[in-house]
């Protein structure tokens, strides 16, 4: 049995199907709603962006695919374990004067994190330099600890970094020979040293410890379970964020601080919650869901935060079918019409959308 299910959108932001088999063998529909949110500048209030981040059906890099982190991971997940933020964004020297080194933060809900910052260092005579000033630092896997060398070597935490045993990094454009970013408490100073990669953003799928929750792909998952995902994977694999930027769900309220992330030193905000209902249109019912963001995606950068949140519909045989997805506030003769597939018709005009019904609150 496919799914054949429409998706019917009345709200400012975005949302897409797509069909996936778990590891049972089981046809599994999951939609996808991506709310972003926006901001002129630090003091004014989250609105819809005009230019909503849709759902993404693949990884998009920052830069070339295969050596490059990731800015956005793909949203086809059918669940996530827990919820995370990512934030993609830049280390601002304050009031815009060259610093050596800084400290970036991200505040949110059970989450408290530091980064440290440093400019571009050379290893010379045995010894990395002095910092070089800098105005302004993407912080990015590319410039934090880890990388490949030109015989192979790599640093499994993260592939594309730069330190590990003298590697460059991935980026031709990073000119720095020691780690940029660290956690503070764990600085880079010689090439014995092995710090964790620190970063906000995405980590690579095939990177250490989250590829350990990738499950076993050995001959007997060949023989017995391909194309299928293998019967031991872990769902904590779909977390793409660092496990110190993980929280046990978003309540829709919660208060963001970031530091050292923008021009202006400081962004704080409350994240929006999105009011607008999911509605799951069957043969015989109708059901409803709240929006339940599990991932959130800051980019400072931009001044613009983007909710995603996801629902997993399994096939069920010989069940009253799915007919239609309805993400907004809509009048109820419509989903009654959906339901009986009728047409609708008002005598007053409109296509059932109830447009007086905000669909997010600050």
């Known amino acids: 049995?496919?799914?054949?299910?429409?998706?019917?959108?009345?709200?400012p932001f975005a949302a897409a199907t797509h069909v996936q088999a778990n590891a049972e063998g089981q046809e599994v529909l999951l939609a996808v709603f991506s709310a972003s949110f926006e901001a002129p500048d630090q003091s004014a209030e989250l609105k819809p962006a005009e230019e909503q981040l849709q759902v993404t059906f693949g990884d998009v890099p920052f830069g070339d695919p295969g050596f490059s982190s990731n800015r956005y991971e793909a949203d086809i997940v059918p669940v996530k374990p827990v919820a995370e933020v990512i934030v993609n964004g830049t280390a601002h020297a304050p009031k815009g004067n060259p610093v050596r080194e800084m400290q970036v933060g991200l505040s949110i809900g059970s989450v408290h994190k530091v980064l440290n910052v440093a400019g571009d260092r050379m290893y010379d005579a045995g010894s990395y330099s002095a910092p070089h000033p800098f105005r302004a630092m993407p912080v990015v896997y590319e410039r934090a600890y880890g990388g490949t060398t030109s015989d192979g070597k790599m640093d499994p935490r993260n592939l594309v970094g730069v330190g590990?045993?003298?590697?460059?990094?991935?980026?031709?454009?990073?000119?720095?020979?020691?780690?940029?970013?660290?956690?503070?408490?764990?600085?880079?100073?010689?090439?014995?040293?092995?710090?964790?990669?620190?970063?906000?953003?995405?980590?690579?799928?095939?990177?250490?410890?989250?590829?350990?929750?990738?499950?076993?792909?050995?001959?007997?998952?060949?023989?017995?379970?391909?194309?299928?995902?293998?019967?031991?994977?872990?769902?904590?694999?779909?977390?793409?964020?660092?496990?110190?930027?993980?929280?046990?769900?978003?309540?829709?309220?919660?208060?963001?601080?970031?530091?050292?992330?923008?021009?202006?030193?400081?962004?704080?905000?409350?994240?929006?919650?999105?009011?607008?209902?999911?509605?799951?249109?069957?043969?015989d019912r109708v059901e409803e869901h709240a929006f339940r963001a599990d991932t959130v995606i800051i980019e400072p950068d931009l001044w613009r935060v983007t909710l995603k949140a996801r629902l997993s519909i399994v096939t069920k045989r010989n069940a009253p079918a799915l007919r239609e997805i309805v993400f907004g506030h809509v009048s109820p003769v419509l989903l009654s019409a959906l339901r009986k597939r009728k047409s609708y018709l008002n005598p007053l005009g409109g296509d059932g959308t109830l447009r007086g019904q905000p669909v997010w609150q600050p």
């Open 1 to 11: 049995m496919a799914f054949d299910v429409w998706l019917e959108n009345r709200t």
């Open 164 to 283: 590990f045993h003298h590697a460059r990094s991935a980026d031709p454009a990073v000119k720095t020979q020691a780690p940029n970013i660290t956690y503070p408490g764990e600085p880079f100073l010689s090439p014995s040293d092995r710090p964790k990669p620190a970063g906000f953003g995405a980590l690579g799928r095939g990177w250490q410890p989250r590829i350990g929750y990738a499950g076993t792909y050995d001959q007997a998952w060949i023989d017995t379970q391909w194309p299928l995902p293998p019967k031991d994977f872990d769902p904590r694999y779909n977390l793409c964020a660092p496990a110190d930027q993980h929280l046990p769900q978003f309540s829709g309220r919660e208060d963001v601080s970031l530091v050292g992330l923008t021009p202006t030193g400081r962004w704080d905000f409350r994240l929006p919650r999105i009011v607008a209902p999911v509605r799951l249109v069957y043969d």
